[in-house]
């Protein structure tokens, strides 16, 4: 199994920029797609921004040019930089990996973390 464990959310005002990391762990695993996505309360969760393994990228319309979501192989790291945050991005964010061990291959979940701003 591989383990997700995402930080860094917390209170910000409107316009403000917040930076969640995820980090992976677990035995001899790759991961391959990563994703954010987020749930507000009585929404849907939504794909917020996602990136492949070669290093394509997709966001959602509403976070585009105020999202950046980036990656570090080397130290299992998913990053979502946050910029000109507004009240409407209130909502828990969920990292998630695809990774692979041998011959398995699955997706993994973080806990989630709250991200509220405030006007």
């Known amino acids: 199994q591989v383990q997700l464990v995402e930080s860094g959310g917390g209170f910000v005002q409107s316009g403000g920029s917040l930076r969640l990391p995820c980090a992976a762990s677990g035995h001899n695993f790759r991961f391959d797609d990563a994703n954010w996505y987020r749930q507000a309360p009585g929404k849907r969760r939504e794909l917020v921004a996602g990136s492949t393994s070669d290093g394509t990228t997709n966001y959602q319309d509403s976070v585009k040019g105020r999202f950046t979501i980036s990656r570090d192989n080397a130290k299992n790291m998913v990053y979502l930089q946050m910029n000109s945050l507004k009240l409407e991005d209130t909502a828990v964010y969920y990292c998630?990996?695809?990774?692979?061990?041998?011959?398995?291959?699955?997706?993994?979940w973080g806990q989630g973390t709250q991200v509220t701003v405030s006007a």
């Open positions: 998630t990996v695809l990774w692979t061990r041998g011959s398995r291959r699955d997706w993994a």
